[in-house]
């Protein structure tokens, strides 16, 4: 089609690139500088201070809470640690197939209301702490179940952060652990318009409810070009073994033109801040354990890749992404790679929530159209 023949509607961005299809105040991020902020604070500079109920507490109401403000946030996800009965059988049954942890969380989160009430249900804000509350439980649940092991119950004086760990590993968590899953959570709370919060919005904008939203997010969190990255990208860290091996290795893999796992974003074309909040948390994680031999592996591997990626994508602008970081600190923390995506949700669902109180309020259906490239006017040729 010549341009003189184009129309508004044949405007087509594949992969909606570019295209402007929400207003929000929750994050901003600028992909030319590599900029994020979070409800107008620069990344850096509050994810290793603000405790993760502090800093859900400051997506959701745009304001640094008080010490009040955060206990009160603290106390009420508290209140919803335990999880349905048909939550926990329906973990059970799954657990009995060996499922990945991203698959259970996904189906069991559409059960998470099912003690609620018809009031409670219809009470929005209630409901989002309860899926705060229940995801991390839903996903230490399943672990242990899928391991033979019997499920922990929840230790109300321990914080979102400190509770998750405990309810994985059975042991009380240190308070440098604690740190760096809070760094990691308050790191990836949110993001702009990505994928899964698209999707999130998608469906609240059709007024179903938080928690299909919350589902089909979880859905779309679960791609390797988006949530599932981070296991693959550990996997390719462990499989180099040695800083020597990287350049063969990596240099084969795209050769036989595949994706690097943990580099390259639709948005940043520098590096992403996130990769270097998660890289110092990393650094500090490993040094306090007195072993930084993986740290120091996956900076020579991320090295050879970024000039790899410069060598056969000259101009594309490939840099490490999130994904490369979060994979080292959440294996440092003592988490299996199949937690990797699942930890995510954890915390991205308190953005999707954000999103969806945002998209709920804006009031318009999401509903963009297709080009018809199809033919058109055909008949059946009569015998
Ligand atoms: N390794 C090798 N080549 C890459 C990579 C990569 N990681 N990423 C992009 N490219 C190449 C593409 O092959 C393409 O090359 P071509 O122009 O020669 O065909 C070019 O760079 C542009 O790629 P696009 O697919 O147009 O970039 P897009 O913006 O769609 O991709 C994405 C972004 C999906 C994240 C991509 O960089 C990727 O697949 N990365 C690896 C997976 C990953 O790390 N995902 C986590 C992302 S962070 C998150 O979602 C939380």
């Known amino acids: 089609m010549t341009t003189a023949t184009m129309s508004q509607d044949d405007l087509f961005r594949p992969g909606l690139e570019g295209v402007i299809a929400a207003e929000t105040r929750l994050s901003r991020v600028r992909g030319d500088i590599g900029e994020l902020l979070i409800a107008g604070y620069p990344l850096e500079e509050i994810a290793g201070r603000l405790t993760f109920e502090g800093m859900l507490y400051l997506l959701w109401e745009d304001r640094w809470p008080t010490a009040v403000e955060e206990a009160d946030l603290r106390r009420e996800l508290?209140?919803?640690?335990?999880?349905?009965?048909?939550?926990?059988?329906?973990?059970?049954?799954?657990?009995?197939?060996?499922?990945?942890?991203?698959?259970?969380?996904?189906?069991?989160?559409?059960?998470?209301?099912?003690?609620?009430?018809?009031?409670?249900?219809?009470?929005?804000?209630?409901?989002?702490?309860?899926?705060?509350?229940?995801?991390?439980?839903?996903?230490?649940?399943?672990?242990?179940?899928?391991?033979?092991?019997?499920?922990?119950?929840?230790?109300?004086?321990?914080?979102?952060?400190?509770?998750?760990?405990?309810?994985?590993?059975?042991?009380?968590?240190?308070?440098?652990?604690?740190?760096?899953?809070?760094?990691?959570?308050?790191?990836?709370?949110?993001?702009?318009?990505?994928?899964?919060?698209?999707?999130?919005?998608?469906?609240?904008?059709?007024?179903?409810?938080?928690?299909?939203?919350?589902?089909?997010?979880?859905?779309?969190?679960?791609?390797?070009?988006?949530?599932?990255?981070?296991?693959?990208?550990?996997d390719m860290v462990f499989e180099i073994g040695t800083a020597v091996c990287a350049e063969p290795y990596l240099r084969a893999k795209l050769e036989a033109g595949e994706r690097l796992m943990g580099f390259g974003h639709r948005v940043y074309k520098v590096r992403d801040p996130r990769a270097d909040v998660l890289g110092t948390a990393a650094e500090k994680l490993f040094a306090a354990e007195e072993d930084t031999a993986l740290y120091e592996l996956a900076l020579a591997v991320e090295e050879t890749a970024l000039n790899l990626l410069e060598e056969y994508k000259p101009g594309r602008r490939l840099q490490t992404n999130v994904e490369f970081y979060t994979a080292l600190l959440l294996h440092g923390l003592g988490l299996d790679s199949d937690l990797f995506s699942p930890t995510f949700a954890i915390s991205r669902a308190g953005g999707w929530l954000a999103h969806c109180f945002e998209q709920m309020a804006e009031g318009r259906l999401l509903r963009p159209k297709a080009r018809f490239v199809g033919e058109i006017r055909r008949s059946e040729s009569l015998q």
Do not use: C
């Open 78 to 234: 508290t209140t919803w640690r335990s999880l349905p009965d048909p939550a926990v059988q329906l973990l059970r049954a799954i657990a009995h197939q060996q499922l990945p942890v991203m698959d259970a969380l996904r189906m069991v989160a559409g059960t998470l209301d099912l003690d609620l009430s018809a009031s409670q249900r219809q009470d929005s804000q209630l409901l989002a702490r309860v899926i705060m509350a229940r995801l991390p439980v839903v996903t230490a649940t399943y672990w242990r179940l899928r391991q033979g092991l019997a499920p922990l119950a929840s230790k109300a004086a321990l914080s979102h952060a400190g509770n998750y760990l405990y309810l994985l590993t059975g042991q009380q968590p240190t308070p440098a652990q604690v740190r760096g899953l809070e760094t990691y959570l308050n790191t990836v709370l949110d993001h702009g318009l990505n994928a899964s919060t698209f999707t999130a919005r998608v469906i609240v904008s059709t007024r179903s409810d938080l928690v299909s939203a919350i589902v089909g997010a979880i859905g779309a969190l679960k791609g390797p070009l988006h949530g599932g990255a981070p296991g693959p990208a550990l």
